[in-house]
């Protein structure tokens, strides 16, 4: 972590933030700002520790339960969410995958990164695990989650008794939680990011040019595991989510609008992005999501200060084309959530001093990974002759080569050697 020693001008800003008056005043050891799934698994972590801790939720439980997101879960993830009780359901309903296949020139190749690695993935969407981590910490826990608070402030997080406020929804009181420490769980466009002076840390970002049209469907997957359409026309994707429900993704410009997409218009692409020799035809039905997402990565640097920790999308973010952002969210919480019982019960501050270092390696491995698979799917639409022989080589070595396979295999289905 940086130092927490500041300018007196920025601890002044950060303690004056809010002009609004404080109705109540409460007392807590941690609190923890957004319920996604990096925020629930600290939770829960310091629950079971019996460490107090208060969960800040802007949206509702229904909300957040339904949200759609995600799916894919390392190996590594799910046995260390077991070590804490937290996979039950996920060990018994999630659908396991230890192959993907890529589509190039009308060809199929299967890539059986299972046998490779000797790890598998697990499909479970993440409303299901958050549905899970938060009946655990709420319901059997007892665990306090607020959903519904507006107006989230921080203060004196550069002090060691940083506290954080909020508006009541029901009431319309302005509650004041005073705290040893915050965990930054509101991903992306949260407030804890926007807490952090911008003259202590640095935000590294890459924006990669292109958008992707992320879709749901109503519809059984088409294929028995992911499939990666590589197209002159565009990257395509295809991930089951459930039996009934199927990830899509389509290569398009940056911004566009998902109104230009129609129904008719989505189906023919996928058809013509994924077609290849032998392949099952794609089962049609009803878009349930669409919406673009421009692909880009950030990574803020150190992840916190003072007493302020971000975990998941609010310290990093990763496109997801390698699906790593669950996995490196969940990676975060298991490591804050381990340093935060060891200081609030023992008082050892080497877990928080070291935090963010411990999570950078993993950080780091995941977008280079992510840059690299990136150019792979991009190569033979980016309209470059050049750009698209040389990925194109590239992923006939990953297939061909066993010293190739196994590099990949292990950066795609994440390791555990750092947990």
């Known amino acids: 972590m940086t130092d927490t020693t500041v300018p007196s001008s920025i601890e002044s800003t950060q303690s004056t933030r809010s002009t609004q008056s ?9 609190v923890v700002v957004g319920a996604g799934p990096a925020g629930l698994t600290v939770a829960n972590i310091l629950r079971a520790a019996s460490v107090d801790c208060v969960v800040l939720e802007t949206e ?20 260390a969410l077991e070590r804490h009780g937290l996979a039950d359901r996920l060990l018994e309903n999630a659908q396991m995958h230890s192959e993907c296949e890529f589509r190039l020139a009308g060809e199929r190749h299967r890539f059986r990164y299972g046998e490779v690695s000797g790890h598998h993935h697990f499909a479970y969407p993440q409303p299901l695990l958050v549905t899970d981590l938060v009946r655990v910490y709420a319901d059997e826990r007892g665990g306090d989650i607020r959903f519904g608070v507006r107006d989230v402030e921080l203060h ?40 952090l002076p911008s003259e202590h840390v640095t935000i590294a970002r890459s924006d990669y040019g292109v958008g992707w049209l992320a879709l ?20 395509a994707g295809h991930m089951a989510r459930s039996p009934q429900v199927t990830r899509y993704y389509l290569e398009c410009p940056p911004g566009d609008d998902p109104e230009n ?7 023919a692409e996928l058809h013509a992005r994924l077609a290849a020799d032998g392949a099952q035809p794609l089962t049609e039905g009803r878009l349930i999501e669409k919406r673009v997402l421009d692909m880009h990565n950030y990574v803020v640097q150190p992840m916190g200060y003072g007493r302020l920790y971000l975990v998941g999308d609010a310290a990093h973010l990763l496109a997801p084309i390698g699906a ?9 919480a298991l490591l804050l959530g381990d340093a ?32 690299w698979l990136s150019e792979v799917f991009h190569g033979a639409s ?3 002759p050049f750009q698209a022989g040389t990925t194109a080589a590239r992923l006939r070595r990953t297939l061909a080569s066993p010293a190739a396979a196994a590099a990949f295999a292990g950066l795609y289905i994440g390791k555990d050697a750092d947990y």
């Open 156 to 195: 004196s997080i550069d002090t060691d008794r940083p506290s954080v406020s909020y508006t009541d929804p029901d009431t319309g009181e302005r509650v004041r939680l005073d705290c040893a420490a915050v965990a930054g769980c509101d991903g992306a466009r949260g407030v804890t990011r926007d807490s």
């Open 216 to 235: 749901l469907a109503e519809a059984p997957p088409s294929n028995d595991c992911v499939a990666f359409g590589i197209h002159p026309r565009g990257f």
């Open 324 to 332: 790593k952002g669950m996995n490196l969210a969940i990676h975060d």
């Open 22 to 30: 404080i109705d109540s005043m409460e007392r807590t050891s941690v």
């Open 382 to 384: 980016s309209g470059n």
């Open 340 to 371: 935060l019982v060891a200081y609030c019960g023992k008082g050892d501050e080497q877990g928080l001093s070291g935090y963010s270092a411990a999570c950078l390696g993993r950080v780091w491995q995941y977008q280079e990974f992510s840059l």
């Open 261 to 267: 997409w129609s129904h008719e218009r989505v189906w």
């Open 60 to 79: 509702s439980r229904e909300f957040i339960e339904q949200r759609p997101r995600a799916g894919f879960l390392e190996e590594w993830a799910v046995r």
